[in-house]
């Protein structure tokens, strides 16, 4: 692979991995829920779960970076 083609998948990756973060911390997703008070407390998202959503979130960033 030519240096400028990797340089090229580096800047997307880079690109994608700064919206991820942009997004999950604006959106809240990957943090965990506060506890609150009253009935019907949602259980916590478990940490794999958090993991899952955060890749998924990365590769369909880096998927519209890529322009696909």
Same mark, same amino acid.
């Given at each position: 692979?030519?240096?400028?083609?990797?340089?090229?998948?580096?800047?997307?990756?880079?690109?994608?991995?700064?919206?991820?973060?942009?997004?999950?911390?604006?959106? %809240? +997703?990957?943090?965990?829920?506060?506890?609150?008070?009253?009935?019907?407390? !949602?259980? #916590?998202? *478990?940490?794999?779960? %958090? +993991?899952?959503?955060?890749?998924?979130?990365?590769?369909?960033?880096?998927? !519209?970076? #890529?322009? *696909?």
């Amino acid at each position: 692979m030519e240096q400028s083609a990797l340089n090229a998948a580096r800047r997307d990756e880079d690109i994608a991995l700064d919206l991820m973060k942009t997004i999950a911390s604006t959106t %809240q +997703v990957g943090k965990p829920t506060p506890p609150s008070t009253g009935f019907g407390v !949602a259980a #916590a998202p *478990k940490a794999d779960d %958090q +993991v899952a959503i955060l890749l998924d979130l990365y590769k369909r960033c880096l998927a !519209a970076v #890529a322009g *696909k």
